[in-house]
């Protein structure tokens, strides 16, 4: 894991009441409207299709937190309707809306389009207008090649949530692989915890003072091309990003009261990726590998790992998975990600019963510090409508200057309780 | 003249006696037939069975149909999943499928694209659209609970008749019909569940009406009876109701297939890691 720069006292508390009400503001035209038309289109059985989730969430914090103005526990509500058409041809229509609302955290309240696109499907192509969301990558702790989608960090530390992507998308399926073309006209931000949020950095990142290296800033057109085939046992996928970089470099700076802030670079840059997998019997080799040029000095960057399942263990119905990764950085310590040479190990156990009861539980080892971490999350179904999840995190050693050095005492349990529509 | 009409007697008389020949021949094979069938192995005969239940299940395209998947623990509760299957038929290889979940709800979305092979292990990919990701998963054991029903993954896959090696038992009137009963021997014998499956097969329409599975302990696993058997396109029979029972755990699990439908115009390219981001 990454060193951090020099020790900085806490911000001043700031007020964002505002920001707040217009998040449950925002927050209830979601309810309201998902309300309105699951009744309207329950009674009108009109060809529009509603589903989504709404969630509830508490977030318990061994220890008191580290930093002040942090709050310790947090709740939160969240709700994601999805209303979609799809037309006799196959093409469809596609709207997310994303909001929750956050006790402890302005910045983990909001909003978000995480869809809104329009899919125009013809027989020999495929092309995405609108708000929509790219996966790239194969590996299951890091995700390092999926570049379309910005992070959405106030969700979740594991960089798994992500902020829905403004592009032109035309996809080409062919006897010889499928082409990925995309024009990204708007650039999304990283969300980043607030001040009273638990699991940030000692310094809060200033968010509203964003730095650019584009003049055009946010407008700056990104465009990508990825081309990605199946042979056999083998998956892969190649690709080319030219635009501004999803991951910033955080600069110190000091604001004209003279305290000392973070705020996020978003540099120019170009960036070669490479995902492969393959089976091989009960094994699943991934590898994940990119090149970034313009963003400090070029440099290469991997992940390399495997997945190998037991299936029905001693005919108990159960499934056995280990998970080995290992991930490396050529910046090191100047690495923009939590990775730089660090292994991680898993275990994931599916009981394959009724209500589809699932554990993972992983280890973070950095190679260079002693700092290691661990993750667990399980999930279980009450209902055909109910999911109840638990997830935990626990620090369990950590360096002096590194990311993890930040959250020692951000040990939590996350308790979630899940309706789906 | 006369010589005409010797010849044409000749001619009478050479064609009588191919007659006869042909006539004596044709005897002389209906009194081999019974040698010969005699002469067919147990094995070769339930072979024979599965390759012509097989032929007579060829041509139908493509098919899609709705499922209901109940399963019941022994206390009696019970839980559905609602699933959509589309099939596409592969000349020369295993079928495509595409298997798409409507509920539970927080599974909604969730779709399997699974390519059967005759030969090796199939290829099969896990759609999660919480994350957009299409998944390559390994199909090496296919002991592993579908969608943790009684039904083990080998037994939803297309039943390849390379799968197995066959071998005919006897035949037995099962409710009222006439069957074949065949053992079936998974080829893959290190990473299937099984040791051997008891099949009961309708002697005049060629289709499954139980299925006995032994475990690698040869203790009777499970049971699967197949009830509702409906004619589509006048050639292709499929049953509406299938039912699984555990016999070791007590568990059970009925599959109910409605709105089956054939030729319906899909096309591999419905079948692709692209469609599967699609499948709704």
Same mark, same amino acid.
């Given at each position: 894991?990454?060193?951090?720069?020099?020790?900085?006292?806490?911000?001043?508390?700031?007020?964002?009441?505002?920001?707040?009400?217009?998040?449950?503001?925002?927050?209830?035209?979601?309810?309201?409207?998902?309300?309105?038309?699951?009744?309207?289109?329950?009674?009108?059985?009109?060809?529009?299709?509603?589903?989504?989730?709404?969630?509830?969430?508490?977030?318990?914090?061994?220890?008191?937190?580290?930093?002040?103005?942090?709050?310790?526990?947090?709740?939160?509500?969240?709700?994601?309707?999805?209303?979609?058409?799809?037309?006799?041809?196959?093409?469809?229509?596609?709207?997310?809306?994303?909001?929750?609302?956050?006790?402890?955290?302005?910045?983990?309240?909001?909003?978000?389009?995480?869809?809104?696109?329009?899919?125009?499907?013809?027989?020999?192509?495929?092309?995405?207008?609108?708000?929509?969301?790219?996966?790239?990558?194969?590996?299951?702790?890091?995700?390092?090649?999926?570049?379309?989608?910005?992070?959405?960090?106030?969700?979740?530390?594991?960089?798994?949530?992500?902020?829905?992507?403004?592009?032109?998308?035309?996809?080409?399926?062919?006897?010889?692989?499928?082409?990925?073309?995309?024009?990204?006209?708007?650039?999304?931000?990283?969300?980043?915890?607030?001040?009273?949020?638990?699991?940030?950095?000692?310094?809060?990142?200033?968010?509203?003072?964003?730095?650019?290296?584009?003049?055009?800033?946010?407008?700056?057109?990104?465009?990508?091309?990825?081309?990605?085939?199946?042979?056999?046992?083998?998956?892969?996928?190649?690709?080319?990003?030219?635009?501004?970089?999803?991951?910033?470099?955080?600069?110190?700076?000091?604001?004209?009261?003279?305290?000392?802030?973070?705020?996020?670079?978003?540099?120019?840059?170009?960036?070669?990726?490479?995902?492969?997998?393959?089976?091989?019997?009960?094994?699943?080799?991934?590898?994940?590998?990119?090149?970034?040029?313009?963003?400090?000095?070029?440099?290469?960057?991997?992940?390399?790992?495997?997945?190998?399942?037991?299936?029905?263990?001693?005919?108990?119905?159960?499934?056995?998975?280990?998970?080995?990764?290992?991930?490396?950085?050529?910046?090191?310590?100047?690495?923009?990600?939590?990775?730089?040479?660090?292994?991680?190990?898993?275990?994931?156990?599916?009981?394959?019963?009724?209500?589809?009861?699932?554990?993972?539980?992983?280890?973070?080892?950095?190679?260079?510090?002693?700092?290691?971490?661990?993750?667990?999350?399980?999930?279980?179904?009450?209902?055909?409508?109910?999911?109840?999840?638990?997830?935990?995190?626990?620090?369990?050693?950590?360096?002096?200057?590194?990311?993890?050095?930040?959250?020692?005492?951000?040990?939590?349990?996350?308790?979630?309780?899940?309706?789906?529509? | 003249?006369?010589?005409?009409?010797?010849?044409?007697?000749?001619?009478?008389?050479?064609?009588?006696?191919?007659?006869?020949?042909?006539?004596?021949?044709?005897?002389?094979?209906?009194?081999?037939?019974?040698?010969?069938?005699?002469?067919?192995?147990?094995?070769?005969?339930?072979?024979?069975?599965?390759?012509?239940?097989?032929?007579?299940?060829?041509?139908?395209?493509?098919?899609?149909?709705?499922?209901?998947?109940?399963?019941?623990?022994?206390? %009696? #509760? +019970? *839980?559905?999943?609602?699933? =959509?299957?589309?099939?596409?038929?592969?000349?020369?290889?295993?079928?495509?499928?595409? &298997?798409?979940?409507?509920?539970?709800?927080?599974?909604?979305?969730?779709?399997?694209?699974?390519?059967?092979?005759?030969?090796?292990?199939?290829?099969?990919?896990?759609?999660?659209?919480?994350?957009?990701?299409?998944?390559?998963?390994?199909?090496?054991?296919?002991?592993?609970?579908?969608?943790?029903?009684?039904?083990?993954?080998?037994?939803?896959?297309?039943?390849?008749?390379?799968?197995?090696?066959?071998?005919?038992?006897?035949?037995?009137?099962?409710? %009222? #019909? +006439? *069957?074949?009963?065949?053992? =079936?021997?998974?080829?893959?014998?290190?990473?299937?569940?099984?040791?051997?499956?008891? &099949?009961?097969?309708?002697?005049?329409?060629?289709?499954?009406?139980?299925?006995?599975?032994?475990?690698?302990?040869?203790?009777?696993?499970?049971?699967?009876?197949?009830?509702?058997?409906?004619?589509?396109?006048?050639?292709?029979?499929?049953?509406?109701?299938?039912?699984?029972?555990?016999?070791?755990?007590?568990?059970?699990?009925?599959?109910?297939?409605?709105?089956?439908?054939?030729?319906?115009?899909?096309?591999?390219?419905?079948?692709?890691?692209?469609?599967?981001?699609?499948?709704?």
């Amino acid at each position: 894991m990454k060193q951090q720069g020099s020790e900085v006292r806490g911000q001043e508390p700031v007020s964002r009441y505002r920001e707040t009400r217009r998040y449950s503001l925002q927050f209830l035209i979601i309810v309201l409207a998902t309300t309105i038309s699951y009744s309207f289109l329950t009674t009108q059985s009109l060809a529009w299709e509603l589903s989504g989730y709404t969630t509830a969430e508490g977030r318990l914090f061994f220890h008191d937190a580290l930093f002040s103005g942090q709050r310790r526990d947090g709740a939160s509500i969240a709700v994601q309707p999805e209303f979609y058409h799809e037309w006799e041809n196959g093409s469809s229509f596609l709207f997310t809306p994303f909001g929750r609302l956050d006790s402890a955290d302005s910045e983990r309240s909001h909003f978000d389009i995480r869809e809104l696109r329009y899919l125009w499907l013809h027989d020999s192509w495929e092309l995405r207008i609108g708000s929509a969301k790219v996966f790239w990558g194969v590996t299951e702790f890091v995700h390092l090649v999926d570049i379309i989608n910005q992070t959405d960090l106030v969700e979740d530390i594991d960089g798994e949530d992500k902020l829905g992507q403004p592009m032109v998308n035309l996809s080409i399926p062919g006897q010889y692989g499928v082409l990925d073309l995309f024009v990204l006209p708007y650039f999304r931000e990283r969300t980043f915890p607030g001040e009273k949020g638990r699991l940030r950095s000692r310094v809060v990142v200033d968010t509203d003072k964003a730095e650019y290296e584009s003049s055009a800033e946010e407008y700056n057109v990104d465009l990508a091309a990825r081309y990605s085939n199946t042979i056999g046992d083998w998956d892969f996928g190649i690709y080319h990003f030219h635009g501004t970089g999803r991951e910033p470099t955080l600069l110190l700076r000091s604001d004209p009261a003279g305290n000392l802030t973070v705020v996020p670079l978003y540099e120019r840059i170009d960036q070669t990726g490479l995902d492969v997998q393959t089976v091989k019997g009960n094994w699943l080799l991934k590898l994940e590998s990119l090149y970034r040029t313009g963003q400090g000095e070029d440099f290469y960057a991997g992940v390399g790992g495997f997945e190998y399942s037991f299936v029905n263990v001693l005919s108990s119905g159960l499934d056995f998975g280990l998970i080995g990764e290992w991930a490396y950085d050529e910046r090191g310590d100047e690495a923009t990600t939590v990775f730089d040479n660090d292994v991680m190990a898993g275990a994931r156990l599916a009981f394959n019963d009724a209500a589809s009861t699932e554990v993972l539980a992983g280890v973070f080892q950095d190679l260079d510090s002693d700092s290691c971490a661990v993750l667990l999350e399980s999930g279980r179904r009450i209902s055909d409508h109910w999911k109840v999840t638990l997830d935990a995190f626990f620090v369990l050693e950590s360096s002096e200057g590194d990311i993890l050095h930040d959250l020692r005492e951000d040990d939590n349990v996350q308790i979630e309780l899940t309706y789906y529509f | 003249m006369k010589k005409e009409r010797q010849f044409t007697n000749y001619k009478r008389w050479t064609a009588r006696v191919r007659q006869t020949r042909l006539l004596l021949f044709l005897l002389l094979c209906l009194s081999i037939a019974p040698v010969c069938v005699h002469a067919e192995t147990s094995e070769e005969k339930g072979r024979a069975i599965a390759k012509e239940a097989d032929r007579r299940d060829e041509g139908f395209h493509d098919s899609t149909a709705d499922l209901i998947m109940t399963l019941r623990n022994r206390h %009696g #509760q +019970e *839980s559905t999943r609602n699933i =959509r299957v589309r099939t596409l038929e592969v000349a020369g290889d295993g079928d495509k499928s595409l &298997t798409i979940f409507d509920n539970p709800r927080d599974v909604k979305g969730t779709a399997f694209l699974n390519y059967t092979h005759k030969i090796g292990d199939d290829d099969q990919w896990l759609y999660l659209p919480a994350l957009k990701r299409v998944k390559r998963i390994s199909s090496r054991n296919k002991s592993g609970s579908f969608m943790g029903s009684e039904f083990a993954y080998e037994d939803i896959g297309s039943q390849e008749v390379e799968k197995y090696t066959y071998k005919w038992i006897r035949d037995e009137i099962f409710n %009222g #019909q +006439e *069957s074949f009963v065949v053992e =079936r021997y998974p080829v893959d014998k290190k990473n299937s569940g099984y040791i051997r499956l008891v &099949t009961w097969i309708d002697k005049e329409e060629y289709f499954p009406l139980k299925v006995e599975y032994f475990d690698r302990k040869e203790y009777h696993l499970k049971t699967l009876t197949f009830t509702g058997y409906k004619k589509y396109l006048g050639k292709y029979w499929r049953s509406d109701e299938m039912n699984m029972i555990n016999h070791q755990n007590g568990k059970t699990t009925k599959l109910l297939w409605s709105n089956y439908e054939f030729q319906t115009g899909l096309t591999g390219n419905d079948f692709t890691k692209s469609s599967l981001k699609r499948a709704r």
